[in-house]
């Protein structure tokens, strides 16, 4: 019963979250910004304002499906965000650039996550059935479970790991901004709001798999002293 407690107030705050960013999104998908630069425009000069030119820009299909891909170094945006012109359209391109800045001058939390994602990609691909099996043969096999946990830790770590790269890149995107003279006093306030919003998703996700985990760690030890 607990497990569905946790997992129904995280799905709420999940979704309370997601709509208010939405929300955001398309509030300042309609504010253009003073220059008409496209998203695109904007990444690619925040690209070579910070000296990095053998990353490219992308667009590719999908809402809010932007992001930066370190293994073939492209910066993806979505066609809203590719093409828009708009306060929007230029936090995002800009954030997803922070994380190509990242790369280039090798942002320590960055090289961690990265570090992760193969281990990360095992583990969550396995971890629900190792963590089902754990809990059914607690009494006759508890070290399964133990197994599960910690495989379950992993991917909660990398839920944490990325909050601070999040965080990081939206920082570098308005400094940029600002600095750039993209956005202006009154459109600025807009673009912070805008990614403030997009990172509280990812609080929300490191928290509700730290909720988990803790869950899974009592049925651990409430098995062993059974």
């Known amino acids: 019963m607990s497990i569905w407690i946790i997992f129904v107030f995280f799905m709420l705050l999940s979704w309370l979250v997601s709509s208010q960013l939405k929300s955001k999104f398309t ?14 425009d904007i990444a690619n000069k925040m690209l070579f304002d910070n000296g990095i030119t053998d990353v490219q820009v992308l667009s590719v299909e999908g809402s809010l ?8 170094k492209t910066v993806n945006l979505s066609r809203e ?6 306060v929007a359209a230029a ?6 650039c922070g994380h190509a800045v990242q790369h280039a001058t090798a942002y320590h939390w960055l090289q961690m996550r990265s570090t992760l994602v193969p281990i990360v990609s095992f583990s969550s691909k396995w971890v629900q059935w190792v963590l089902l099996a754990g809990i059914l043969l607690i009494q006759s096999f508890p070290q399964l479970l133990l197994v599960g946990i910690v495989m379950f830790a ?13 965080i990081d890149a939206s920082r570098r995107a308005l400094a940029w901004l600002n ?5 202006d006093h009154n459109s600025h306030p807009k673009a912070q709001e805008a ?4 990172a509280y998703t990812y609080v929300v996700a490191a928290l509700a798999s730290l909720a988990t985990l803790l869950y899974y760690i009592a049925i651990f030890l409430g098995g062993r002293k059974d």
Do not use: C, Q
């Not at 600095?179 to 956005?183: E, V």
């Open 91 to 96: 936090a995002v391109a800009a954030h997803e």
């Open 154 to 166: 992993l991917t909660t770590l990398f839920s944490f790991i990325t909050l601070p790269v999040e």
């Open 81 to 86: 965000v590719y093409e828009g012109r708009n």
């Open 27 to 40: 509030a300042y998908s309609k504010i253009s910004i003073v220059n008409g630069m496209s998203g695109r």
């Open 195 to 198: 990614l403030r919003w997009a």
């Open 65 to 72: 499906s932007d992001h930066y891909n370190p293994v073939n």
């Open 179 to 183: 600095i750039s003279g993209i956005t």
